[in-house]
């Protein structure tokens, strides 16, 4: 008899999940999605940076997987590259270092003078401001929207079917567990994954258990359309705690580089794309003072998206902790997706337990507030540290 495995949630995350699932034999994969229409998930709105790296040792493993398998998929993803660049002594030295650690785990890291970056990223970056650079070659740009549809095809085409306008308002382990949705329908599952982005929270709650998992603001924006951009390595520079990317012929950036904003799940009925917030244009017209002036704009689209931080930066993902066949997979991005999604057909198929690092339950008999707090201590340095082990409080 088939094993029953209902994932909630159709974003990157649980597409890739029902890929990996739908391959195998003996499973049959249902994925309940609550929207009709175009997704309002973290997914819609991800900027789509690919970097490998990550002083955190399994993030740099489940990113190296993601970008093979997006590389499997024919749409969607390019291995583009990705160029940090440092602005000051300071912040060229802490690149240089962090280059030798990407280096010394294989990947393919090199010293660039500010004066020889490629043409599509000399285009844009203000030269007076590059002290160092270093290109990772391996590194990604996607289209999130287009790779979660390669994913979803790819799923459907191994027999995983999708519900969509099926919002899980119910769940009750047990054997089996029972999920239930809005209109009364009820799906029974040998295995129960969580897969719902920045609304896990409240899906957790159905289960019992508190995860800490906090959704924030932020702005990302979009250039007016110009012939002289082309799309090339995406940008970071770490200590100013901005990036960017050309996105065909417009120019797109974002920062850390602010206070961040909670939102709380009711705060969230409309989606993640949320109105934008004139406390949020300071950070960015800032940030615009890295890129060339000729190519500096007023932004065309402002994204106020949210997406979800941890008390150490690394996603939940494994078995709930007291409910038997209730799984959970939450604040994973882009980068880590598909990578995450075959850590847990390992752990399902008993190949593998997924690493301890990222035990739903790892941070049991914490505080909550000091954890949401210690959560946001690390939101303005994600690409600054780019590690949970050198700056997470817990």
């Known amino acids: 008899m088939a094993r029953q495995t ?17 391959a195998l034999d003996g499973f049959e994969v249902t994925v309940l999605e609550r929207e009709t229409g175009s997704p309002r998930g973290s997914t819609a709105f991800a900027p789509g940076l690919v970097g490998l790296y990550n002083e955190a040792a399994i993030l740099t493993t489940l990113a190296r997987e993601s970008a093979e398998v997006y590389s499997s998929l024919g749409s969607g993803f390019a291995r583009s590259g990705g ?49 160092a650079a270093w290109q990772y070659a391996l590194d ?30 119910g769940i009750t382990p047990g054997q089996p567990t029972r999920v239930r949705t809005r209109d009364g329908k009820t799906w029974a599952a040998d295995d129960v994954i969580l897969a719902a ?50 996105h065909g012929d417009r120019l797109g950036l974002g920062t850390y580089d602010h206070a961040p904003v909670v939102i709380g799940q009711d705060g969230l009925d409309q989606g993640t794309g949320l109105a934008w917030s004139a406390n ?21 689209e402002r994204v106020n998206g949210v997406f979800a931080i941890t008390p150490d930066n690394l996603p939940f993902l494994g078995p709930h902790p007291e409910a038997p066949g209730v799984w959970v997979a939450q604040a994973i991005w882009a980068t880590h997706a598909a990578g995450a999604a075959r850590a847990l057909r390992h752990a399902l198929t008993g190949a593998a337990p997924v690493p301890a690092a990222l035990a739903v339950g790892r941070f049991a008999g914490h505080d909550r507030q000091e954890l949401t707090t210690g959560a946001l201590r690390l939101y303005r340095d994600i690409y600054a540290n780019d590690t949970a082990s050198t700056t997470a409080p817990y």
């Open 280 to 300: 949020l244009t300071p950070a960015i017209d800032e940030a615009q003072l890295l890129l060339d002036p000729a190519v500096r704009f007023e932004p065309e």
């Open 83 to 131: 160029i940090e660049i440092a602005t000051s002594t300071d912040g060229a030295h802490e690149l240089a270092q962090r280059a030798e650690q990407a280096r010394a785990v294989g990947l393919l890291v090199t010293e660039t003078a500010p004066g020889d970056l490629p043409a599509s990223v000399a285009a844009v970056v203000n030269a007076d401001r590059a002290v």
């Open 197 to 246: 982005g920045v609304w896990g929270p409240t899906l957790a709650d159905l289960v019992g258990l508190d995860l800490p998992l906090v959704p924030v603001a932020h702005p990302y924006v979009y250039g007016p359309r110009r012939a002289d951009l082309h799309e090339g390595p995406f940008l970071r520079w770490p200590e100013d705690h901005v990036y960017g990317r050309v």
């Open 140 to 169: 990604g740009t996607a289209a999130p929207v287009v790779l979660t549809a390669a994913l979803r095809r790819r799923a459907a085409d191994a027999g995983a079917r999708f519900v969509t306008g099926a919002e899980v308002v």
């Open 6 to 22: 209902v994932i909630v949630g159709a974003g990157v995350v649980g597409t890739a999940i029902a890929a990996e699932l739908a």
